[in-house]
């Protein structure tokens, strides 16, 4: 199954009311597929947002609507498997368009799971910020990390890193040799 790789940023983090600002998108092989600024029809500050990723209402000004990128996510999603550090506040931005996605998993449960540091029950996930996840699997930041396509880039070695963790617990030993009677 194809891997797609999804982080955003959005003016706040309800879906009732916030909107997505930026958007990123990778392949498994670390792929661009979508690296944009989106234009929100409402909100017109975000100082959170500035604080912490840098993105002004003239970045967003001439960007295009999430509407008229839906078509591009779509394409890119289309019966793979997504990505999102975070899923639980990411994914209702964009519910729509992640109905085409086969599934979509959370890198940062996966992450928890895999790290014994982080290790806790499911129903009570705490986890560590896509920062501190990153650095724990060596991923060297080379965007601004706040970024969309920053952030993508460390999920992507976040989940890969959780992927190695978890094979050699997959592989099944294999049958003991037959004995042959000497003779």
């Known amino acids: 199954m194809r891997t797609r790789y999804l982080n ?3 003016s706040g983090p309800n879906p ?6 930026e958007i990123a998108l ?4 670390g792929a661009i597929l979508l690296d944009s600024f989106v234009h929100p029809r409402l909100p017109t500050i975000w100082p959170d947002v500035w604080r912490v990723a840098r993105i002004a209402p003239e970045d967003v000004a001439k960007a295009p ?3 008229e990128l839906h078509p591009i996510i779509i394409e890119a999603v289309w019966d793979a498997r997504v990505v999102i550090y975070n899923a639980a506040d990411h994914a209702p931005l964009l519910h729509e368009v992640l109905a085409h996605a086969a599934e979509v998993r ?7 799971s895999a790290a ?3 290790a806790v029950p499911q129903d009570t996930v705490q986890c560590p910020p896509l920062g501190v996840a990153a650095a724990h699997v060596g991923h060297v930041w080379t965007d601004r990390p706040h970024r969309a396509l920053a952030a993508c ?7 890969h890193w959780t992927n190695a963790q978890a094979a050699p617990n997959q592989i099944t030993p294999a049958a003991p040799h037959a004995h042959r009677p000497e003779g």
């Open 116 to 118: 014994d540091e982080y």
């Open 26 to 29: 990778l392949d498994d092989a």
């Open 106 to 112: 959370c890198a940062m449960q996966a992450y928890a």
């Open 8 to 10: 955003l940023r959005a």
């Open 153 to 159: 880039r460390a999920t992507r070695a976040v989940w």
């Open 16 to 21: 009732d009311r916030d909107e997505i600002l």
């Open 65 to 67: 609507l999430i509407d």
